[in-house]
């Protein structure tokens, strides 16, 4: 794999060429003032040092997209400055090349900048010391470190204070990710339980209605047909007060009332006294066993129960084969207490081979909306043919709701 080529520092920041176009002017102007700092040393020529500060101004061109080489390149040019006459220009950049540094540079190496100024700050003062052998000597330590260590260490706060806000704005942006993300996650949930709601509220009633008005088509019998009408009346008008109550909760959110909080298991009678009075055939019985004791059932758990039992009835009209039609409510004790553990729903209906298919038609949502209420609760649910012990196919649906014992959050 053939080597790749070293990367090329970017086109210098716009401010950054005026930042060394201002030093390269100040400079000049001070070079022909006669403006410098100190005499040349180790006989140099003066004019050296107006190569020190056209170096200079090319490392601030340098100091975003290559701050350390930048950094480098500086700091050897400033011993030349320093050694050719020294102008107030070229050190004021080299400031800011230090700076630039601590702030653009490398994470792991930019942090070790001001370390490396204050042990060359340190090293410079005892040499200092060591060559002069006066008290001012410290003055020259003093004045590498506000050269070197003061804007190393700004550079590094203001790159931190940098870091902080942009990790703030990131969480800020996550925050209102994950915040979008709920809102989607409720809506989508608060859909689900309005389908949930509407369909079993309106697919018993719609269920009859289909049913009795095929019998009224299809029979001539005047008698029949008037009871039949009586039915789909009956039917039409409670899914019309069903569907009110829904629209007027749905109109006014500021309720904690669900939709459908009032039906508890005490109305199972009704259930399967609605469900005779659509059949209308003396071949079917509806048959209720309640065991489930005396305890008190929470009323999400009764709410659940009470639509897969609603559900399951109505499936049993529009697809169950004539016999008892059963309905079975049971709690297993736990620790031998009647009336305690887990919730089990189970209904069964007579299952046959009808090829004319049922007598209105289905789309299967009432399986998935049961399947969903059972899951909100952490139970179980199964639903399918099963046999019985005379041979005979039945269709069970058997739901296992867990209850919170008292006390339990």
Known sequence: MPASAPRLPRRPHRDDVLIAAVGLLGGLTLWFLGLSNNPPMLGLPKWLCLVALGIMCGTELLRRSAPLTGLAIGTVTIVLDICTGSLVAT???????????????????????????ELVTGIATLLALAVIRKPEALLIGFGIGVLTIAPAWTGIGIREHRDAARAARLEAERTTLLAELDRREAVGAERARMARELHDMVAGHLSAIAIHSTAALSIGDPKASGEALTVIRENSVQGLAEMRRLIGLLRHPGTDEEPAASPRLDGVDALLARARTTVRDDRFAFVLRDGRGPGALPAPVELAAYRIVQESLTNAVKHAEPGEVAVELSRDGHGGRAGAGPLT????SPLGGDPRGPRAPGSGA???GMRERVALLG?????????GSDGDKFWEVRAELPVEEEGTP
């Open 91 to 117: 050190i004021a950049m080299y400031t800011d090349v230090v700076y630039a540094a601590a702030l653009y540079g490398r994470p792991a190496v930019a942090r070790r900048i001001p370390r490396a100024c």
């Open 345 to 348: 729903v189970r209904v069964t």
């Open 379 to 387: 139970g179980a649910l199964e639903a399918g043919p099963v046999a």
């Open 366 to 368: 009432g399986l998935v």
